[in-house]
Antibody, heavy 119, light 107 residues
Framework: QVKLVQSGAEVKKPGAAVKVSCKTS????????ISWVRQAPGQGLEWMGW????????DYTQSLQGRVTMTTDTSTSTAYMELRSLTSDDTAVYYC????????????WGQGTLVTVSS | DIQMTQSPSSLSASVGDRVTITCRAS??????LNWYQQKPGKAPNLLIF???TLQSGVPSRFSGSGSGTDFTLTISSLQPEDFAAYYC?????????FGQGTKVEIK
């Protein structure tokens, strides 16, 4: 069965960087894009961007351009999301999700990783 | 960016009620509209994709309709496990924006 397992919770100081991993299994990693979505406490869902594990093509939401980098390691079927220059506004649960290649719906999600930014 | 506007932002309903949530896109997105359910502390769960296609394993009391700019999620008979937040998302282009969410609460 398809599984996406994310790394554990992180606490970071303002200005630092965080790198969240998303280890996948149960399917051909290079056949499906991975997106990252975040959710601030008590707020809605924010789409951050996506990466193609097949050719490493990425697309990021404009508000995060220059601070976010999404990568993949095909040898371990793992996707990564790095966010730099953290502020308290980046405190959120970060999710990875596998997208289909037809209607781009996210049928499989990781369990989420809480990133807390606090001095 | 395409803006997605859901209404209402919250609603109170009773078990057995018929519930309708609407989602409007700021431009035409064809049928590239997905609906997710999210329970507290859990990842979102895909309910419907392509505006009206029920995801495998999702109960048939959930249905979706619409195309272009106006879409609807309907729960025909609300069950206790349906009390949650619901989000629409357009997958027509990037950024794949979400609506602000609708919280369905117990009356």
């Amino acid at each position: 069965q398809v599984k996406l397992v994310q790394s554990g919770a992180e606490v970071k100081k303002p200005g630092a960087a965080v790198k969240v991993s998303c280890k996948t299994s149960g399917y051909t990693f290079t056949s499906y894009d991975i997106s990252w979505v975040r959710q601030a406490p008590g707020q809605g869902l924010e789409w951050m961007g996506w990466i193609s594990p097949y050719n490493s093509k990425t697309d990021y939401t404009q508000s995060l351009q220059g601070r976010v980098t999404m990568t993949t390691d095909t040898s371990t079927s793992t996707a990564y999301m790095e966010l730099r220059s953290l502020t308290s506004d980046d405190t959120a649960v970060y999710y990875c999700a596998r997208y289909s290649s037809s209607w781009y719906e996210a049928g499989h999600w990781g369990q989420g990783t809480l990133v807390t930014v606090s001095s | 960016d395409i803006q997605m506007t859901q209404s209402p932002s919250s609603l109170s309903a009773s078990v057995g009620d018929r519930v309708t949530i609407t989602c409007r896109a700021s431009q035409s997105i064809g049928s590239y509209l997905n609906w997710y359910q999210q329970k507290p502390g859990k990842a979102p769960n895909l309910l419907i994709f392509a505006a009206s296609t029920l995801q495998s394993g999702v109960p048939s009391r959930f249905s979706g309709s619409g195309s272009g700019t106006d879409f609807t999620l309907t729960i025909s008979s609300l069950q206790p496990e349906d009390f949650a937040a619901y989000y629409c998302q357009q997958s027509y282009n990037v950024p794949r924006t979400f609506g602000q969410g609708t919280k369905v609460e117990i009356k």
